[in-house]
């Protein structure tokens, strides 16, 4: 099978995981803007991801649509804009980036809340995290912005080409392989702290005037939050490794594996709003909260029943 033959292939895949992953992203952003209910530090870190997977799926498009339009890649100045902007994914590049340290950042923020939830200094709090959501994006730009300023179309090898030296090159693929190996094991040693301390320590925080009900909710509440965390975790690593796998091994552009690979990112950008829908009682409730509101059905009291029912769980 050729490459034009995966093309056509994946085409409806592709369409599909835009057509769902757009709206429901944005969806989860518009819940957890307008729902105060969802205004947590956790949230506004999952609504982060989602505003990176929506530029994700938007730059999708003309990648996909360049591949059907043109038998051959554009060249001249055309070509190394699109090079630069479509064709070596480097936008999506900076989004993987921004997902892949939020991820992170969120198991840091869990980890020291159940564990070590008497020390206030370790917490991200709702006035500091646009704070480190600024810093998250300004790192991924900056550390991508190289590949754009020396990204260019070769005429010469038909091709887009960057001309690195191999200690350049070397350099900056070791420092990026060296960050995603240790966000994957400061994830790793957080959750698997949470987890051991759940099932064997009991470390799930409660207040001890609370009656049991109460308590078992408050219980049950937070071990969703952690289960639905580790899931989008799991599902982001999942589409993202053989992506990079397959890139560290200079696998051809062309070749069915690099094509798989490619497509499961996008595939990931799709699939956190159909975990949140399954597994946040609270995004459930959020989205009818704003239908009803639209329609004008919502009265005083019940969104007062509501407001005071959610304020006690976390997402």
Not at 33 to 60: E, S
Not at 114 to 126: A, N, V, Y
Not at 147 to 176: I, P, R
Not at 264 to 276: A, D, E, H, Q, R
Request: charged residues 15%; proline residues 3%.
């Amino acid at each position: 099978m050729d490459a034009h033959q995966i093309d056509v292939v994946l085409l409806p895949f592709y369409a599909i995981v835009v057509l769902a992953g757009i709206p429901g992203n944005v969806l989860f952003i518009t819940v957890v803007k307008r729902t105060r209910f969802m205004h947590t530090t956790i949230n506004y870190l999952l609504a982060n991801i989602a505003v990176a997977d929506v530029i994700t799926l938007v730059f999708c498009v003309p990648g996909v649509i360049l591949r059907f339009v043109y038998d051959q890649h554009p060249a001249g100045l055309l070509g190394t804009f699109l090079c630069k902007a479509v064709t070596m994914h480097h936008v999506a590049g900076i989004t993987l980036l921004v997902s892949g340290l939020s991820l992170t950042l969120i198991s840091i923020e869990r980890h020291n809340a159940l564990l070590r939830p008497m020390d206030q200094t370790l917490r991200l709090q709702k006035k500091n995290v646009y704070i480190a959501i600024c810093l998250i994006w300004t790192f991924s730009i900056g550390f991508v912005v190289p590949l754009f300023v020396e990204q260019k179309y070769v005429d010469e090898v038909k091709s887009c080409h960057m001309d690195w030296n191999a200690t350049a090159s070397m350099a900056y693929w070791g420092l990026l392989a060296a960050l995603i190996g240790i966000s994957l094991a400061v994830m790793f040693v957080c959750y698997f702290r949470i987890v051991k301390g759940i099932l064997c320590e009991d470390i799930l925080p409660s207040d001890h005037n609370q009656g049991d009900k109460r308590k078992e909710e408050d219980s049950q509440s937070k071990r969703k939050i952690i289960k639905l965390l580790i899931t989008v975790t799991v599902i982001f690593m999942a589409c993202f490794l053989p992506f990079a796998s397959v890139s560290a091994m200079s696998v051809s552009a062309h070749s069915l594996a690099y094509k798989v690979s490619y497509f499961l990112v996008y595939c990931s950008c799709s699939l956190n709003p159909v975990v949140y829908a399954f597994q946040s009682t609270n995004y459930r409730i959020g989205v009818k909260y704003l239908r009803a509101n639209r329609r004008g059905r919502i009265h005083a009291v019940n969104g007062s029943h509501c407001m005071l029912d959610l304020n006690k769980v976390l997402t």
